[in-house]
């Protein structure tokens, strides 16, 4: 199989699909990988690296798209790639379809197989493809919460730790997942108070026998939010429902409960944003403000980090992409279906249910859509 890794064309977006070693392990199995030249220079993986693993250097992304089977990226084509994505070709990265119907749109008319990282899953019920970029930005947002609160960036300019004899901000976790407990960890570390809240109770038992009064937790009901707001300093939107938008559980009007200055950090704006205010921003512009509050809504948070989420994220995608080029793509889906969860659109069908719920589309088996 001939397999294309483009350069990244998303705003501050410094990630690469394959490393230097992953494209030796296809070479090996008999692949032949374009890489784009200098798609990986920023994370310290150059084309000579690229060229004595095995790989071919293209000098325009035109070129991998033109001419490889399937594409491997990071992050969710733009749009002058949807449009060049052509039938009997697979797209495999980062999708997010739900909340994003222009995407949905361009892949369908593609013709294209589409698999999401986001949305393959494991024996456990678990989203292997998707937890190490939710531990680094989980991670990434309890420091974003501490630069946020500084004054200069708008917030009440408090330090998360405090000092002796002033006390430490207070810092909300809504979402007790992988992103959520990562986050509330570095928070923790920095020496902030934090509550947790989460709408399984049996997740709240789990970390409290893990953290016991060191991390405060709270079932997530709004009123119990409400309750929490007039003196937490930030709020960490940590929710995810695998596919599907976003449920917004914080509204436009409790922002007013909320003392100016705070901060919202919507770690969930990739699947439409957790706060009703919430917009994506980026690296460069990452935040702005709404009735004083501080929102950082950074929709690619992994790639500041890029040298690190690149080398996460390929340590599990890997071992999906030999197997989509050692099986063919076809078979490596029906052989597997927990990587078949991850088929989104295929053929200009819809194969994954809240996304055909979230837009309108039709739901088509992914199985069903395969044999078509």
């Known amino acids: 199989m001939l397999i294309g890794v483009p350069k990244e064309i998303k705003n501050h977006e410094y990630r690469i699909g394959i490393t230097p070693s992953g494209v030796a392990e296809l070479v090996a199995d008999g692949h032949i990988v374009l890489v784009e030249k200098d798609g990986g220079s920023a994370v310290g993986f150059h084309n000579e690296d690229y060229l004595s693993a095995g790989a071919e250097v293209a000098d325009t992304a ?71 970029m939710s531990e680094v930005a989980g991670r990434m947002a309890a420091q974003e919460v501490a630069h946020c609160l500084e004054k200069a960036q708008g917030g009440k300019g408090i330090l998360p730790g405090g000092v002796p004899g002033v006390p430490a901000a207070n810092i909300l976790v809504i979402g007790g997942g992988v992103v959520g407990i990562n986050a509330a960890r570095m928070a923790m570390g920095m020496g902030a108070q934090v509550t947790l809240a989460d709408r399984s109770v049996k997740r709240l038992q789990e970390i409290d026998t893990l953290y016991g009064d060191r ?38 009007e409790m922002l007013e409960l909320m003392q100016p200055g705070s901060v919202l950090v919507d ?22 403000q709404i009735n004083g509050i501080v929102h950082y809504c950074v929709a690619n948070m992994p790639g500041a980090v890029a040298r690190t989420s690149t080398l996460a994220l390929t340590n599990v995608t890997q071992p999906f992409i030999s197997a989509l ?48």
Not at 221 to 232: H, Y
Not at 237 to 243: I, Y
């Open 215 to 252: 991390l405060q937790t709270v079932y997530s009901s709004r009123a119990n939010i409400e309750s929490l707001l007039p003196r937490t300093d930030a709020v960490i939107g940590a929710v995810l429902v695998p596919g599907a938008a976003a449920p917004k559980l914080i509204t436009r």
């Open 325 to 372: 080029a050692n099986q063919g793509v076809r078979q490596a889906l029906i052989n597997d279906p927990h990587l078949l969860a991850g088929l989104n659109v295929h053929n200009g069908l819809v194969t994954l249910q809240p996304v055909a719920n979230a837009q309108g589309y039709e739901y088509v088996d992914p199985r069903q859509a395969l044999a078509s």
């Open 62 to 132: 035109a070129e991998i798209f033109d001419r490889a089977e399937m594409i491997v990226k990071v992050k969710e084509p733009q749009p002058q790639e949807c449009k060049i994505l052509r039938p009997h070709q697979t797209l495999f990265t980062y999708l997010h379809l739900a909340p994003d119907p222009e995407q949905t749109k361009l892949l369908i008319a593609s013709g294209a197989t589409c698999i999401a990282y986001e949305t393959v899953t494991s024996a456990d019920g678990s989203l292997p493809l998707l937890t190490p």
């Open 267 to 288: 770690v969930a704006i990739d699947q439409g944003g957790c706060f009703e205010t919430s917009m994506p921003t980026t690296h460069q512009d990452p935040t702005f």
